[in-house]
């Protein structure tokens, strides 16, 4: 007798711990963030690119260059406006769980859609100079955060912070900020883009760690124009 309610205990212990391992936690999600947003990225394109005719693999078989393009440019937009590693996301899983492993990767699409929309306030789209030049004409007052110049020719980064943002980056194309950067723009040939990264809503409360972390990010320590890997 005791043995039979013994094996009824392990079974119903194994059925407990199978249900379990259909959940996927907090830890799973993150551990596999990468390619769940790489996934999110390319489903977006290929439903693009069909919707369009266009080709979306190569004659190898392989997804094309152009299509390769856009779904990093995804990538990396979902992965700086979304903040993941934000206290957001891990409070927009708590208020959603339990979630299907199975379903995880809708979960991930579900809040890249509510996050991505958000506008300037904490918009992190990329912008032309010349687009900014006009923003900042509308813009009253200032805001503490991260700024993120791409040199699109030469592939080349430069990350810095500021608690007035907007008028830091005008700097920055006026000739009183990196001077590589102003030698590069002033030349004309080569083209740049502008990401404003606020503070607030960004996961960080410290704002050195953000530029820190944004350097190693975009390597552009080693790859593109800072002098440092940030401050501290």
Same mark, same amino acid.
């Not at 392990?10 to 993150?30: D, V």
């Not at 934000?86 to 699409?109: A, E, G, Q």
């Not at 509308?138 to 007035?164: E, F, H, S």
């Not at 080569?190 to 410290?206: A, E, K, M, Q």
């Given at each position: ?8 205990? #392990? ?25 769940? #947003? ?11 690119? %069909?919707?369009?005719?266009? =080709?979306?693999? /190569?004659?190898?078989?392989?997804? $094309?260059?152009?299509? *390769? ?12 406006? $979304?903040?993941?590693?934000? @206290? ?7 208020? =959603? ?5 199975? !379903?995880? %990767?809708?979960? #991930? ?5 509510? =996050?991505?929309? #958000? ?29 993120? *110049? ?25 000739? =009183? ?9 002033? !030349? ?7 990401? *404003? ?8 409360? /410290?704002?050195?760690?953000?530029? @820190? ?5 975009? /390597?552009?320590?080693? %790859?593109?124009?800072? %002098? ?5």
């Amino acid at each position: 007798m005791y043995s039979y309610e013994l094996v009824l205990i #392990i079974g119903e212990l194994l059925i407990l711990i199978y249900l379990l391992s259909r959940f996927a936690t907090y830890n799973y999600i993150m551990n596999n963030i990468s390619y769940l #947003i790489q996934d999110v990225a390319t489903d977006k394109v290929y439903k693009k690119y %069909k919707r369009e005719k266009r =080709h979306f693999y /190569d004659k190898s078989g392989n997804i $094309c260059k152009p299509a *390769l393009k856009a779904i990093q440019s995804l990538v990396d937009d979902y992965t700086i406006s $979304c903040q993941f590693y934000s @206290k957001d996301f891990y409070y927009y899983y708590k208020t =959603h769980k339990p979630i299907l492993k199975f !379903r995880v %990767k809708k979960f #991930i699409m579900s809040y890249i859609k509510e =996050h991505s929309s #958000i506008t300037l306030r904490h918009n992190y789209t990329s912008m032309t100079p010349d687009q900014f030049f006009k923003l900042r004409t509308y813009i009253k007052g200032d805001m503490v955060g991260v700024y993120i *110049l791409y040199n699109k020719n030469r592939k080349m980064y430069y990350v810095g912070q500021a608690t007035r943002l907007f008028f830091r980056v005008n700097q920055h194309f006026t000739g =009183h900020g990196n001077g590589d950067v102003y030698a590069d723009y002033k !030349r004309g040939k080569d083209s740049f883009t502008i990401r *404003l990264v606020p503070l607030v809503n960004s996961g960080y409360y /410290d704002l050195d760690k953000l530029e @820190k972390d944004m350097i190693a990010r975009y /390597d552009s320590y080693n %790859k593109g124009y800072n %002098k440092t890997k940030g401050n501290g």
